[in-house]
């Protein structure tokens, strides 16, 4: 099910990618769009607020107020929070669908996947809790239903039902209730969503500006086309017969009602412990165990290893004896040894004077050591008739390791930000290969988060360690196109060395008259 | 992909995402009480009689009490369970044991249930027993009832069943 899944992300995410482009494309950052949409609901929730009634006769028809006496103001706000919140709703089980198809979830980011799970509960609450202070005919549905399924565990003397048996028996107080309810729940998930982020470094809160701009339009259009309404008002002297449902988040209800709390009760915690349990479970992709390792020797105490984690596992602590100096740490529960550190070592540069390159840090099933001998042991054997490639790849993105030939020396490794800009100079310096492919993950979908944009920005020298102006940007190249894009990366690799060939052509011609 | 294409197709991908969350927060709807059938409600909120009498405290010997210093009572807290039977045309719809709250079953006996039953003329019949020293019933409402579609038709107590 989860190949399925996967595959069926890929076809999505290149179709969103061509259209949206990577940069805005909205299925690499759903869990942004989530902190999106959930503060479009808040700030709409707080305009809603300020008309609303807290009482039972005030509620229904002072959002009737807000709907219709003020429709282009607060028509929109209340569709606008509406459709927000469903919005948030879908990008979440979506954002969670995907960190499961991708793999996301299992050695250290369980933390994140745990923390999910009561968002989930929250978010259902908070978006209840909203239809119910409607107080319409899908209010006292719901009211009725939330009551008895409520009801069902065993914690209050008196039924909460009690409170809605008829018109009569109905409080005000109990109208304050729910309105601290759905401001205090929604609170209760944006620290819920910070807990969820914190083991994550420069998390992405925000979704692209473009992408932004866009949903609100599309927003806007849907709430002016179709605004969000009430239904007829409540009467709890009349049963509901027919109730319109938000589908989105009362989908629950319908099943309360056939199969009554108890087995729904069973399934929502069961469903809520099985996902609980979903990082420990025999599917998981077994992570790389064995952590990061840092060599006081070899640390200068620079920081930049720390500034790369993408998971806030380096820290840094005074030298082990070098008095004066720092050096890292790796905290082994947020270690997750994609090897991204090792690439931002400066210590991790071949062209060091030593007899056997060490750094440092580095991950144990992947050290730079071994990086260094892969390539000059896998370029010594090329054939030297075409442009020879020294093609680096990651675990997580295209497939490399089939694409070696005569011609191309391919290694593959856990992250490819492993690479460390030194290696490629080092390369051509040194006339082992022609041409370097750095490849990878999709733009914007990087395995580890913060891959591909640490390399980029390395080569682009905006970030330390950079790759060194001497180096000829030409014969380097970085692609971005997943593993669904292996085949194009494939090409994309012969028609490197095509122009390789053409530049070497160009550049014997030109050899005579310059 | 030319700018302009680009741009109409993120449209139509905007429109695939909000065309069924619009649809979805308002449709299909729900059936949640057939045609033709009504809602029967019963709540009682009661404290059960007392379990045994007030006696005695006869737990110190005589000869510890000080002079004119009487043995003080000792009245017994636990509270009887509420036997409760809701029956409609003969036929039984409810008959639980409601057990009094608190740590000491000293406290109030509450229940709530909810039926749908068939709109038109019953016969409905409600019995208590809030007394364990007792046998049989304590409390009783016979009554015949007419409940029109989508009724909801309430069973309270206080001092006595009351049909609202
Ligand atoms: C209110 C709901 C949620 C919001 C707003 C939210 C938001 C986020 C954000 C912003 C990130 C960081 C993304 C990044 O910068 O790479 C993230 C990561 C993550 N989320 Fe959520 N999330 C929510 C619910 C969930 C749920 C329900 C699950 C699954 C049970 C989940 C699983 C994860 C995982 C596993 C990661 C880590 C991904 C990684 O390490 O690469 N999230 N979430």
């Known amino acids: 099910m989860k190949a399925l899944l996967k595959k069926g992300f890929h076809q999505a995410d290149r179709l969103f990618s061509n259209v949206f482009t990577p940069q805005w494309n909205p299925l690499y950052q759903l869990g942004a769009l989530s902190f999106f949409y959930f503060w479009i609901v808040a700030i709409t929730g707080v305009y809603l607020f300020i008309f609303f009634e807290t009482s039972i006769h005030g509620a229904y028809a002072s959002i009737e107020r807000i709907t219709h006496e003020q429709w282009f103001v607060g028509g929109v706000m209340r569709s606008f929070h509406r459709y927000a919140s469903a919005a948030m709703g879908i990008s979440v089980t979506l954002h969670l669908l995907r960190e499961y198809a991708m793999d996301r979830y299992s050695g250290p980011r369980w933390f994140s996947w745990v923390t999910g799970i009561p968002l989930l509960w929250l978010l259902f609450a908070a978006a209840i809790g909203g239809y119910w202070l409607v107080w319409d005919q899908q209010a006292q549905y719901i009211a009725i239903l939330t009551a008895e399924f409520l009801d069902w565990l065993p914690i209050m003397v008196d039924p909460m039902a009690s409170n809605f048996l008829n018109e009569s028996t109905l409080s005000n107080r109990l109208f304050s209730l729910l309105v601290f309810l759905h401001i205090g729940i929604p609170l209760a998930l944006l620290l819920g969503m910070f807990i969820h982020i914190k083991r994550i470094s420069a998390a992405r809160t925000n979704p692209a500006k473009g992408l932004a701009a866009g949903t609100l339009l599309a927003m806007l259009a849907v709430s002016l086309w179709k605004p969000a309404l009430s239904q007829a008002p409540a009467n709890l002297d009349r049963a509901v017969t027919e109730v319109g449902l938000d589908w989105v988040f009362l989908n629950t209800y319908p099943l309360i009602d056939s199969w009554g709390p108890g087995q729904t009760w069973a399934l929502l915690v069961g469903l809520s412990c099985l996902l609980t349990i979903v990082p420990w479970l025999p599917s998981r992709r077994p992570e790389q165990t064995p952590i990061a390792v840092v060599d006081p020797e070899n640390c200068n105490g620079c920081g930049w290893c720390l500034a790369d984690c993408p998971y806030e596992a380096v820290t840094m602590k005074e030298h082990d004896f070098k008095s004066g100096h720092q050096q890292s740490v790796v905290d082994p529960d947020l270690c997750l040894s994609c090897g991204i550190c090792a690439g931002a070592c400066p210590s991790s540069s071949p062209f060091r004077h030593v007899d056997e390159l060490t750094t440092g840090i580095s991950i144990p099933g992947f050290h730079i050591k071994e990086l260094l001998s892969l390539t000059e042991n896998k370029l010594a054997v090329l054939a030297t008739g075409a442009p020879r490639i020294m093609l680096y790849g990651c675990d997580h993105g295209s497939v490399v390791e089939p694409m070696a030939s005569d011609s191309v020396a391919a290694i593959s490794m856990p992250c490819s930000a492993l690479v460390p800009p030194a290696f490629v100079d080092y390369v051509l310096r040194k006339n082992l290969a022609d041409g370097v492919v750095i490849s990878g993950c999709c733009e914007g979908d990087c395995h580890y988060r913060l891959g591909n944009s640490w390399l980029e920005q390395r080569f682009s020298q905006e970030r330390m360690p950079i790759l060194r102006t001497r180096v000829p940007r030409e014969r380097v190249r970085l692609r971005w196109l997943g593993e669904q894009g292996t085949a194009q990366l494939r090409e994309e690799i012969d028609a490197f060395q095509r122009d390789l060939t053409a530049e070497t052509v160009v550049t014997l011609q030109e050899a005579p008259n310059g | ?164």
């Open chain 2, 1 to 164: 992909m030319a700018k302009a294409s680009r741009y109409l197709g993120q449209a139509l991908l905007y429109a695939l995402f909000f065309l069924p969350i619009a649809w979805l927060t308002h449709q299909p709807t729900h059936t949640h009480l057939e045609p033709g059938m009504a809602e029967l409600k019963i709540a009682v909120r009661h404290a059960g009689k007392i379990i045994g009498q007030c006696g005695t405290d006869n737990s110190a010997p005589e000869v510890l009490l000080p002079e004119h210093v009487t043995r003080p009572e000792i009245c017994p807290r636990e509270r009887s369970p509420l036997q409760l039977e809701l029956l409609l045309d003969g036929e039984t719809l409810y008959r639980a044991t409601v057990a009094p709250s608190g740590l000491h079953n000293d406290g109030v006996s509450s229940m709530y249930r909810r039926f749908r039953v068939p709109a038109g003329r019953h016969h409905l019949a409600l019995r208590m027993n809030d007394d364990a020293a007792r046998e049989g019933a304590t409390w009783e409402l016979v009554a015949p009832i007419e409940l029109a579609p989508a009724q909801v038709l309430v069973a309270t107590f206080k001092e006595g069943f009351r049909l609202q």
